[in-house]
């Protein structure tokens, strides 16, 4: 009796013991280093491991199979940690290997942080081959990927998961649920994984709380192969019979949160900014040269506290607060001389208390020096990217084994340089969404003389791109009709947005810009035009809001709302269809403001989108406040910006001769009189109290007529 008394007392001691330690996640990747005479070979391995809670590590990596020499390792070095909720930690070992043949590598502890399927153990699997491949002439290395030490999504926002596969051999990398041996173990019934590009999609509603994921990255060659061992012994690896030629493990949690108010990229959810780097790109380090990577992540709801980062250690993180909600860090990693030829993962996201954006994964290269640096340059224009490339920084490249991502355009060269000019759409360019800007990117690559043997350290591949800003502003000036906004910067591309008032419904003839203000008779109708003048192929553009202002500010306290997230919400309003994807037509009834304001200007937000893309902000339409909450699409949309026009100067008409502006009206005409009356006079007081509290808040249309 006394024991189990004891026992009990001890449990709950250890249960009230503050934040438990448990195994949240690892990730392995290895690639052969040195070549000695005597035939061995330098295997090194990089091992991130995450804990919820305090730093700590439970892992011991033993040889489970195979002849793996002596593993000489680090002690684990802390990459990333917020104070005693999660930490993620780096391990390097290195090992000579005698024999070409496969070995395998391994490590398994109890202790999962708690988790809503009970998982319990876990064990991390690595399987080498050391073999001589016959592209490479060299050991295979492994896929490379990793992922941020806590990944937190509120219930109603999860959508999707992108995971790094990059592999350094460009094999193909397939991932998949670590459940060789057992029929149930840590699957997810609602969680669909696309293999090829390693992304996990949600099929279903994922209860709150911890869930473990356990995935292999295998890769595969892309012709056929054979891997030597030092026997001689050739292993096909054949396409028709595809083998894996390693296997690492990527295991990590997703911690589902209480639904969240909504998923608005930037308002409810951080979003990240350019020049933050998008998913899946390779950057070029230097040994002994810092190498920086910029993040930037903007949320107007709620502030970014951090930003987690997985990366190699030594790379150092500092953080600064910039207005409307953005934070900035900049990570900066000196790679040594260890680091030469490594494939390093870099993952970050943003994170506030109760949201996190979009995890990214971009892959660092170290080189011995940066070849390339300075010596491309990028000319970014209305519609083309040109490139110019010196061949001095070229030394040893064979220019005319160099192609564009389309083999079939060609590059051009002089004395000196190899020039290459094309089209945003031609060439294998390629269009990313960056949530504030278009990107347009190509590459060149050397590709391989058929009669020659090169091997792959002596290519070159190396990306370029172009990118263009989604929204642009218009800034106006008080009377004058505003000229179409060009934006310019250098590297940037250009657009213009137009925003016209016409004359009738056919949306042809603009009223002269000698005419503004323009001047309307209330009740009349005004015809507008939005139009986006861009050369960006396959572009549609959306009209997110438009807002009626008494003052040349579309911030203006007093403000009237005719379309708000993405809605109409004026009953006069009538939208025509146009068939061109960047125009937008709409025609409203005259009406101004109570309260001595006689002008009226227009400013709307809009956003150009990549055509077709079901995430974008284009897509979703009209956001009403109930489907925000629903809505788990998740957009790709950011900062807002406003181009306006006006003034409209609204014409007394003369059957309105008795009112004045103090707003108490006479009506002359019309049923409803007394409610109007009644109204108007509320409106004068309310705008009149808005006014001197300047605070914004939206009027009714009713509010806005001065005359019926
Ligand atoms: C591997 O072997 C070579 C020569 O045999 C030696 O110089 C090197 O230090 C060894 N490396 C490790 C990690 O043991
Ligand atoms: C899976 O099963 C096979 C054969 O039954 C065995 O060789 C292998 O070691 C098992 N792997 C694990 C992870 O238990
Ligand atoms: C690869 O090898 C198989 C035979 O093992 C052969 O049928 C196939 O044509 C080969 N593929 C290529 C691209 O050489
Ligand atoms: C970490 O950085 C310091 C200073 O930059 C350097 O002296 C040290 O060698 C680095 N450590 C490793 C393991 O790269
Ligand atoms: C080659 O073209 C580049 C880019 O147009 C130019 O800067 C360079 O001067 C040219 N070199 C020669 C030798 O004409
Ligand atoms: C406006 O109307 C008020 C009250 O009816 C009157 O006192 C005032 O003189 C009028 N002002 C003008 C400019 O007509």
Same mark, same amino acid.
């Given at each position: 009796m006394a024991h189990s008394a004891m026992l009990l007392l001890l449990i709950s001691l250890a249960l009230a013991l503050g934040p438990a330690v448990g195994f949240y996640g690892g990730s392995m990747m290895f690639t052969p280093g040195n070549r000695f005479p005597d035939g061995s070979v330098e295997m090194h391995f990089y091992y991130r491991e995450s804990s919820r809670g305090p730093c700590s590590s439970q892992v011991n990596w033993i040889c489970e199979s195979g002849s793996c020499g002596i593993l000489t390792k680090t002690e684990p070095v802390v990459t990333d940690t917020a104070e005693n909720l999660w930490c993620q930690s780096e391990t390097h070992m290195v090992t000579n290997v005698t024999s070409y043949a496969p070995l395998?590598?391994?490590s398994s502890g109890c202790c999962w942080a708690d988790n809503v399927h009970g &998982?319990?153990?876990?064990? #991390?699997?690595?399987?080498v081959d050391t073999g001589r491949r016959s592209d490479t002439q060299a050991p295979n290395r492994s896929p490379v990927s990793a992922a941020i030490p806590s990944i937190k999504i509120p219930q109603n926002c999860f959508h999707s998961i992108h995971l790094l596969a990059h592999d350094p051999d460009d094999d193909v990398v397939k991932c998949r649920f670590n459940d060789a041996n057992c029929t149930d173990c840590h699957r997810h019934p609602n969680i669909n994984l696309q293999e090829e590009s390693c992304t996990l999609r949600k099929e279903?509603?994922?209860?709150?709380? &911890?869930?473990?994921?356990? #995935?292999?990255?295998?890769?595969?060659?892309?012709?056929?192969?054979t891997?030597?061992?030092?026997n001689g012994v050739s292993n096909a690896h054949n396409l028709d019979n595809p083998t894996a030629l390693s296997q690492v493990p990527l295991q990590f949690a997703v911690e589902i949160l209480p639904p969240s108010q909504g998923c608005v990229p930037s308002v409810n959810k951080p979003s990240l900014l350019s020049p933050t780097p998008l998913h899946g790109d390779v950057h070029h380090a230097a040994v002994g040269e810092a190498h920086e990577i910029t993040l930037r992540a903007q949320i107007s709801d709620s502030s970014i506290v951090d930003f987690q980062v997985s990366g190699p250690f030594n790379m150092s993180k500092t953080l600064k607060s910039e207005s409307n909600g953005v934070l900035v860090a900049t990570l900066t990693w000196t790679p040594q001389e260890t680091d030469l030829y490594r494939r390093v993962p870099v993952c970050f996201a943003a994170d506030t208390l109760h949201s996190q954006s979009e995890m990214r994964c971009i892959i660092v290269t170290v080189a011995k020096t940066r070849v390339l640096s300075g010596e491309a340059k990028v000319l970014c224009e209305d519609n083309s990217i040109s490139i110019v490339v010196s061949k001095a920084s070229m030394d040893g490249i064979d220019q005319s084994w160099l192609q564009l991502r389309d083999p079939t355009c060609s590059l051009s060269s002089n004395e000196t340089h190899i020039l290459g000019t094309m089209s945003l759409n031609t060439c294998g360019t390629t269009m990313d969404d960056s949530g504030d800007f278009i990107i347009f990117k190509n590459e060149i690559n050397s590709f391989e003389n058929p009669n020659a043997v090169i091997t792959r350290r002596n290519q070159v591949k190396f990306g370029f791109s172009c990118q263009y800003p989604k929204m642009a502003s218009v800034s106006n000036r008080y009377v004058n009709h505003k000229s179409d906004y060009i934006f310019t910067e250098s590297s940037f591309g250009t657009f213009s947005y137009s925003f016209e008032i016409f004359t009738d419904s056919s949306f042809n003839k603009k009223v002269d810009p000698s005419l503004y203000p323009?001047?309307?008779?209330?009740?009349?109708?005004?015809?507008?035009?939005?139009?986006?003048?861009?050369?960006?192929?396959?572009?549609?553009?959306?009209?997110?809001?438009?807002?009626?202002?008494?003052e040349d500010n579309p911030f203006s306290?007093?403000?009237y709302d005719i379309i708000k997230d993405g809605c109409n919400m004026d009953d006069t309003i009538i939208v025509h269809q146009s068939s061109d994807s960047t125009k937008y037509d709409f025609e409203i009834q005259a009406f101004k403001f109570t309260g001595g304001f006689d002008e009226v200007y227009i400013s709307c937000s809009v956003i150009l989108c990549a055509k077709g893309s079901i995430n974008s902000r284009c897509a979703q339409g009209c956001l009403s406040e109930s489907a925000r909450r629903r809505r788990r699409d998740v957009s790709q949309e950011t900062a807002r910006h406003y181009i306006t026009q006006g003034p409209l100067r609204m014409l007394r008409q003369t059957h309105d001769a008795a009112s004045n502006d103090s707003g108490f009206l006479h009506m002359s005409t019309s049923t409803g009189v007394f409610a109007g009356l009644f109204v108007v006079s509320i409106a004068v007081l309310v705008v009149f109290l808005v006014y001197n509290a300047r605070r914004a808040r939206p009027i009714d249309r009713m509010h806005l007529l001065s005359t019926f």
């Open positions: 395998t590598l391994s &998982v319990g153990g876990w064990t #991390l699997r690595t399987h279903g509603s994922l209860n709150q709380g &911890v869930h473990v994921f356990e #995935l292999i990255l295998e890769d595969y060659p892309i012709s056929n192969i891997v030597t061992d030092d323009v001047q309307v008779e209330l009740m009349e109708l005004i015809y507008m035009g939005i139009e986006a003048h861009t050369s960006l192929p396959e572009v549609t553009l959306f009209v997110e809001s438009c807002r009626a202002t008494p306290a007093v403000f």
